[in-house]
C-alpha cells in the first residue's frame, strides 16, 4: 500500500502542470491623413513608431490576455475596448486617441483570477513625417 502511495505521488509529481492559456491576438486599423500638417498621438498603449512609404497611418496592436478564455478576448474586441479613433475637425492637424484610455479601471475577474492585458502597438506613420522625443507630436517635414 505505501508503494502504491508513492507511486501515485511519483506521477503526480512528473505530469506537467497545467497553466492558464495566455490569449494572443492583433489587431490592424488604418487611418488616411493626407494633408494633415501635424499628428498628435494619444494612445494610452505601450507603442513603438515606425515610417513607412504609404500615405495613411497604420496601427498595429497585438493584445496579449492571462488568465482569460478565447471568448473574453473576443469579447473584448468587439466592445472596442483596443479601439483607436481619428479626431480630423482641424484641417492641420489630426489627433489619434485611445477610445478605452482607463482599461485599468476597468480591470476584468474570472474564477481563475484577474484577466491580464497587454496591448502592445506598433505605429506606422508616413516617411514625410517626424516626431518628437515623447512620440506625442509628429510634424511633416518641409
Request: hydrophobic share 40%; net charge neutral; no cysteine.
Amino acid at each position: 500500500m505505501k508503494r502504491l502511495h508513492i507511486l501515485t505521488l511519483l506521477l503526480s509529481l512528473s505530469l506537467p502542470h497545467v497553466a492558464p492559456a495566455q490569449m494572443v491576438r492583433t489587431l490592424y486599423q488604418l487611418f488616411e491623413v493626407d494633408s494633415a500638417k501635424t499628428i498628435q498621438l494619444e494612445i494610452s498603449d505601450i507603442y513603438e513608431i515606425n515610417t513607412w512609404a504609404g500615405n495613411s497611418v497604420l496601427i498595429e496592436t497585438t493584445i496579449n490576455l492571462g488568465n482569460g478564455s478565447r471568448e473574453i478576448l473576443d469579447f473584448l474586441i468587439k466592445n472596442g475596448r483596443y479601439d483607436v479613433a481619428i479626431d480630423t475637425s482641424s484641417k492641420e492637424t489630426v489627433r489619434l486617441y485611445t477610445k478605452m484610455p482607463d482599461r485599468d479601471k476597468n480591470k476584468l475577474k474570472t474564477p481563475a483570477g484577474e484577466v491580464t492585458e497587454i496591448p502592445e502597438a506598433k505605429i506606422f506613420v508616413p516617411d514625410t513625417f517626424i516626431w518628437t522625443d515623447d512620440k506625442k507630436t509628429l510634424t511633416r517635414k518641409e
